[in-house]
């Protein structure tokens, strides 16, 4: 695999690692006696009371850890939540496909819905998290086999008000769908049947084809954009149900974003009819100063372009980070797949004592301006 060409290749097989590791490590024990929001020092109010007055949702991933001042942190920003790793299927189900074990994903719901966030299904389908039993080579046992687990989950939690139905399966090569059995034979009609059954079982839910490497300005993005673009427009010609795109938007200042891209492409995407949620959002600060101040500021300035381009078109409903603080994320425990030398990472909005950094009011500020959606579909 060629790193430069292909940035985010692996970055959630990585991150699924660390989940099956820190899943069996306790619960959420007493998750739903934090209470009521908190006040806050750093601001009025939060980024989801600044972002619904523009017609935006907020949110952002939680991998079910009991802290309560990160607790408190979600409830004061987040409409939504997103599972990290807790409902994806290697987390939720026994090589059997008889023995199903939720754990940490039901404390994390009832969490949800004692603090009136919703949750963001993700996800239905991701190849780097596949049981045995999901992974059959006839293709009407894998169709009965998934049909199985989206029964599971998708009614387990019928307060998931959208679904990445399936996850990366989007080619960084010159074909349509990445070099897997099940998409190589069936592409389309596997897609098709995942998102048909879907809104079967959750018709009011909002259903994402979600994916990375569809932010950057370089030429490996564009044309992932282009293929995207086209197999979407396949998909809904041929009636299937689908109502958002997810861009990861795991931004690096190696790859910088051309405004111009996204926005021809959020465009693209508007025109057909469906909406985008901006689904994983943080910017990995490898190649910048050590110095935490000079940082910190270049940091904010990626959160703040990217989100002043993207939040200029209407068609943007969401922003969901890949977690809001420093503590407990992803890139700063070591599972990105390019990691800074020196001095520790610091890729997201709050530090690691949870006080706010530059990159908050950059996001804040960008939120402000948005131009306020006049409709959306959310929630369905």
Known sequence: MNVVLEP???LEMEHSRRGLLRLTAGGLAFITGVGATSSSTYASSGLKDVALARGIEIGSAFNGWFHKPLLRLLIENCDVITPENAMKAANISAD??????PGVMDDIATFCSKNRMRIHGHTLFWHQSLPNWLQTSDFKQT???YLQHLRFVMTRYPQATSWD????????????YRALPVLDTHGDAFVGFLFETARELAPKANLVINDYNL???TEFCDEKRGRLVTSLERLLRAGIPIDAVGIQ???APRWPVVSTSLQAFLTDIGDLGVDVFITELDVND???PDDVSARDQSVAQIYADFLEAALENQVVKRVSFWGLTDKFHWI???YAPFSRSGSPPRPALFDQDLQPKPSYFAVRDALSRAPKRESSRLPR
């Open 8 to 10: 985010y290749k692996n």
């Open 96 to 101: 059997d496909g008889r023995t199903l074990t």
């Open 143 to 145: 169709k009965k086999a």
């Open 165 to 176: 139905v399936v996850n990366e399966v989007m080619s960084d090569q010159k074909r349509p």
């Open 215 to 217: 932010a950057c300005g």
């Open 249 to 251: 938007a795991h931004l």
């Open 286 to 288: 490898i190649d910048l």
């Open 332 to 334: 700063v425990e070591g």
